[in-house]
């Protein structure tokens, strides 16, 4: 994904605020009007994945979250993120694309080596789901399973801006937007080194 996002960069040198923001807008309007239509039950999307239009807008909704806050962060403004909103990018859109893609598509191969783990993350107004890192490997399961290593308790905001490098972990736990436990909660630690989205 680094290297489409740079040819994607190199393609298009537009670099005015105004004039992006336009274009994002009038984007936002297009793909409205083509949902609102759209009686397929999957389109192409990353990697050739098929998906069905709503995870691809849960996916644009992730996506402008996180690049809004890189943009907030670079110009020294605001952005708060509802619990709502990443709730829905979340459980709408990260979580299938992950099921999607392949299993080794969010994972440093090098950093996952023989890390084995079973991690319930529990999204604060949202459900559980487990996911289970198996040697290069991530899948996901819903709900409980008797087999945890450990269980993070998350705020969805928090949890995309630490998973997707925005922000380290320490902030969101003493600020009570992580919070972690279990029989093996040192694998959490290293299960946010072998993490890689793409």
């Not at 994904?1 to 994002?24: C, F, S, T």
């Not at 198996?134 to 928090?158: F, K």
């Not at 600020?175 to 093996?184: D, F, I, P, Q």
């Amino acid at each position: 994904m680094a290297e489409v996002n740079a040819n994607m960069l190199a393609e298009d040198g537009e670099r005015d605020p105004a004039v992006l923001a336009d274009r994002i807008g009038s984007l936002a309007k297009k793909f409205d009007d083509l949902a609102s239509r759209s009686r397929a039950a999957t389109v192409d999307w990353l990697q050739g994945v098929r998906l069905p239009p709503s995870v691809v807008a849960c996916h644009l909704l992730e996506e402008c979250l996180m690049h809004g806050h890189d943009i907030a962060r670079a110009t020294g403004r605001p952005w708060p993120i509802e619990r709502d909103h990443a709730l829905l990018a979340v459980e709408g859109g990260v979580l299938p694309l992950i099921a999607a893609l392949p299993p080794t598509a969010f994972l440093n191969q090098e950093k996952a080596g023989p890390f084995r783990a079973h991690v319930e993350v529990r999204l604060r107004g949202g459900g559980p789901i487990s996911l289970v890192f198996d040697r290069g490997s991530l899948t996901l399961e819903a709900g409980s399973a008797p087999d945890i290593d450990a269980y993070l308790s998350a705020d969805p905001a928090a949890l995309m801006l630490v998973f997707i490098g925005r922000q380290g972990i320490w902030k969101p736990l003493l600020g009570g937007k992580l919070a972690a436990w279990g029989s093996r909660p040192w694998k959490l630690a290293r299960m946010l080194t072998v993490i890689s989205p793409p």
